[in-house]
């Protein structure tokens, strides 16, 4: 009798690769395998997630697992079209066993067919692929990192973002990668944007003449000019831009590409444990901010320039004393679990509420006067408090009546009499039950 497999797959589009093309060789190659022994009657194949990502939380691939729970789940055997999109570091060991377990052959093309669980020769040749996938990404990793690095420091690329208040893009020719420039791709450099170019010139000559971050935000509220969020809602859609704020004007203070020079690697991606105390599922990214001495700058001027390098660096000079004792924008992280934290937004000025801890207790706040300028038109408390004990109650409640009624119980047209009331056993109320 033909057995019946599922096809199981990967790709990721964070390399610009086809999904339908690579579905296709992967299951071309599975098929190829099997074809002898029976048929795909499954297909499990997720697009867009990374390698490095383990099956469990990967959409399509969590849902093989589950299938392999059910007795009815239509498919013996699982093939998959190459182990490297498959398996990444150690997650074959981590994987496999469940497998094993409920009795599910695992095809593999670098096998010639299922995977023996007793050899050691297949555990050894999947481990190499997992510890090759791995050793791909990285190189992959150090390659684009250090071309990057390149190309900002030698050439002064503009490597891609968005463009920092007060310039815009422009285009400077075809990209001079020949595969790139047939698929339309053009390289692109900044320009000073007439209407903005003038406020951060303002910024800087205020600052260091002597005014202070919200001193500045207020006088740009109260003369209308809009802030980064307003004059371009696309870049900030969180951001409510009803005024300037002390981070703008900070941020802007602190970026060295006004100075005509190309900046890059200001932040890097760390992998950080999802749950330290269940190391299978994963890894999750997050930005981090580099130290300064390691930012990558152009050895020369690589678009016009703003302010000139005395003027930032005096800027520099000024920021730290002014900033309490804080030279970073590195944020300090809590382990304090909110509940319903970043679904929270204030009713006054629309701005999402952050978390506050306070004696023991949990509390959602929004400190608008303090953030943004009080030349606004917002009428807005200097800090509205909502505390977490206060809405749990109210909102498990709301969420109670939206529970669906359980349908009525409808009775045979034939029988007689009221309905009896249903039993625990041996007469007793429902819910109730003798021991």
Known sequence: MPTAFAFAGRVSTEDQQDPEASRNWQLARAQALIEPHGAVVAEYFDIGQSRSIPWQR?????????????????????????PQRAFYGNQYGLTYPLFVHYGVQLWV?????????????HDLVMSVFGGMSKGERS????????AMAAQAKIEGRYLGGRPPYGYRLADVGPHPNPAKAADGKRLHRLEPDPATAHVVQRIFRDYCSGRGLFAIAESLTRDGIPSPSAHDPARNRHRCGVAWSK???????????????????????EEILLDVDNVVLGHETRLRWNQPDAWIWSTGTAHEAL???ETFEHAQGLLPGRGA??????????????????????????????????????YYR?????????????????????????????????????RPAPPPRHRHPHARGPARPRTGGRGCPAGDRRV
């Open 247 to 269: 981070g703008a004007v900070r941020a802007i203070l602190a970026n060295p590409r006004y100075t005509g020079r190309q900046v890059w690697n200001k932040q890097h991606k």
């Open 307 to 309: 302010i000139d390098s």
């Open 139 to 146: 190189r992959i990793k150090i390659r684009v990192r250090a």
């Open 58 to 82: 990967r959409p399509r691939a969590a849902a093989l697992l589950e299938a392999l729970k059910q007795p009815d789940r239509g498919f013996d055997a699982v093939v998959i079209g190459e």
């Open 325 to 362: 004792g804080r030279t970073t924008r590195e944020r300090q992280h809590t382990s304090h679990p909110y509940v319903v934290r970043g679904l929270l937004h204030c009713g006054i000025c629309g701005r999402r509420m952050q978390g506050q801890r306070s004696r023991d207790i949990l």
């Open 366 to 402: 929004c400190r608008f006067p303090n953030e943004y300028a009080l030349a606004n038109k917002v009428s807005h408390p200097r800090n509205v408090y909502l505390a977490e004990r206060d809405l749990i109650g109210p909102l498990d409640t709301w969420l109670a009546r939206l």
């Open 109 to 121: 093309p670098e096998v010639g067919g299922p995977i023996d669980p007793e050899s050691e020769a």
